[in-house]
């Protein structure tokens, strides 16, 4: 407690000074959050005086006034380091990979050195620090935040009306055996585990469906929490409003209702609220990473499922204040970019109507935040450019193409991808698909080279032009 007191005095200090910033990188499970935060370094830390040619739309470098950066230990020395080496080292294998998917948290800290620009001070050359905080996480856990602010009755709602389609079909094994449940019975803890396993498989079929709406987002990565029972509960999406009021006033509590309403409470209060209150409840800027281009790829079940994924987190601010997650659009948070990944999949020409896809996307979530007097933008970026843009002639007309190493068979190809909706596709876009991509492997780095990007520069400029000045 005393820690995390001082912790805080400490933030607020840096804060009032403008010495220090927290950064949240928000984003679903494969969104590019390790690609994100990974570029991000390494475009900071080849920033030098002299020549910021990887950055140029980044005023501060461009201008000559960064003096240098570095990484510097965290604050907080129980939570692991960002990894940073290890997905640099990926990236300078032969050939190179992309880092690993995250299973865990882990932080970092950089220190930036700047000349001060501003006032008076600005004549005698002043110079500044400006720290910055960013944390990684596995995206799974993000969508256990809205949990926050449901009972175990209203989940187990929540989760009966996404029951359909692909879903239904994938979750019949569990649902036979869950149905099957006298939950007014004496709980037996053996059962229990058995089933929350069969909904856990369920879940990692969900997953590999390309489905993101993954509920809770522990059970399919547990890390230190595997076999305990608090990842061994399950909605119950089948009982009706007169079942649970029946249940809610005759079950005993030695009964299976009581044990998995017990076990949801549980989750909620050690498990989410202590990762939404280690992690998200003080943060100074944000940016929202969503992957639009393959669940497009995919298939429509996969982009709606993507959608409501997103509009489940961010549409929890509209319920007013008392509500634990509207803390992610605090005031205190004055800026906030949605960020569409993996633009190198697309041509050049396709950018404006990936950052229009994106915008509609998240529009409820969006005007929220502009509301609360949050200074917003929208871009579409990739971190890791893993394609080239190109030229090519085809019966004496010149079209634009993207060429890179394939991941399914590693050839190097040119391939038009076809264009992206500019708005959120409708029934027809579906029918007569045109829009198609392959996964690209990242190009080899260059010894003494900083990671090929696109626009990583314009969500630096965003994120820090102004507190570097
Ligand atoms: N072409 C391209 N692919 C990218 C880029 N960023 C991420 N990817 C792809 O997306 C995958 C997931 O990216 P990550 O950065 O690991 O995503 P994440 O959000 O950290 O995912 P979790 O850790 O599982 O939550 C990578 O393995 C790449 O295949 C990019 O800028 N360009
Ligand atoms: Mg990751």
New binding site residues.
């Given amino acids: 407690m005393f820690n995390r007191i001082q912790k805080e005095i400490t933030q607020v200090f840096d804060r009032t000074l403008d010495r220090s910033l927290r950064i949240a990188v928000t ?10 935060i ?2 991000l370094i390494n475009q900071l830390m080849y920033i030098n005086q002299e020549n910021n040619r990887h950055v140029p739309l980044f005023e501060a470098a461009r201008n000559g006034r960064l003096l240098g950066v570095k990484r510097i230990p965290q604050r907080d020395l129980r939570v692991p380091r960002f990894d940073y080496e290890a997905n640099l080292s990926e990236l300078s294998q032969n050939p190179p990979h ?6 865990g948290i882990s932080e970092t800290r950089l220190a930036i050195r700047y000349q001060k620009q501003r006032g008076l001070m600005s004549l005698i050359k002043e110079r500044g620090t400006l720290y910055l905080d960013i944390f ?5 856990w993000l969508l256990d935040l809205p949990l926050l602010g449901q009972s175990f009755q209203q989940w187990s709602q929540n989760l009966s009306e996404l029951h359909q389609g692909k879903r239904a079909k994938l979750a019949q094994n569990w649902l036979k055996k869950a149905k099957n449940l006298d939950l007014s019975a004496v709980a037996n803890e053996e059962v229990l585990a058995n089933l929350a396993k069969d909904y856990t498989d369920y879940l990692h079929a969900c997953k590999a469906e390309g489905l993101n709406f993954i509920q809770p987002g522990r059970f399919v990565l547990p890390a230190e929490l595997a076999g305990s029972p608090s990842v061994q509960f399950f909605p119950l999406i089948w009982l009706k409003q007169e079942e649970w009021q029946q249940l809610e006033k005759t079950a005993k509590s030695t009964s299976y209702f009581a044990m998995l309403k017990d076990r949801y409470r549980y989750y909620r209060k050690h498990i989410v609220k202590a990762f939404y209150e280690n992690y998200f409840s003080h943060f100074d800027r944000q940016v929202i ?1 969503a ?1 639009c281009l ?1 669940p497009l790829n995919h298939s429509r079940e996969a982009f709606e499922d993507m959608q409501q994924a997103l509009h489940q987190l961010f549409s929890n601010f509209h319920y007013g204040k008392r509500n634990l997650l509207n803390r992610l659009f605090a005031p205190k948070i004055d800026k906030l970019m949605f960020i569409a ?5 697309i041509t050049s020409d396709q950018l404006p109507n990936l950052t229009s896809l994106m915008r509609q996307l998240v529009q409820d979530g969006g005007r929220y935040a502009e509301f609360e007097g949050v200074e917003l933008d929208y871009s579409a ?7 080239q843009q190109v030229n090519v002639n085809q019966n004496g007309e010149t079209f634009k193409a993207i060429r ?1 190493v394939r ?1 399914s068979d590693k050839q190097q190809v040119t391939v038009y991808p076809g264009s992206v909706p500019a708005k959120l596709p409708k029934a027809e876009f579906w029918a007569t698909r045109k829009f198609e991509f392959d ?2 492997e ?1 190009q080899p780095l260059e010894q003494g080279e900083p990671i090929p ?2 626009r990583m520069d314009v969500v630096a400029q965003f994120l820090l032009g102004d507190k570097l000045q």
Avoid: C, M
Avoid at 136 to 140: H, L
């Fill in positions: 984003g679903l499970s494969r969104s590019g959050k390790t690609a994100f990974t570029s992309f880092p690993q998917s995250t299973r990684d996480y596995p995206g799974e990473l992957d393959t990944t993996k633009a190198d999949h970026i990739a971190a890791i450019r893993s394609t890179g991941s996964q690209f990242p990007h696109l």
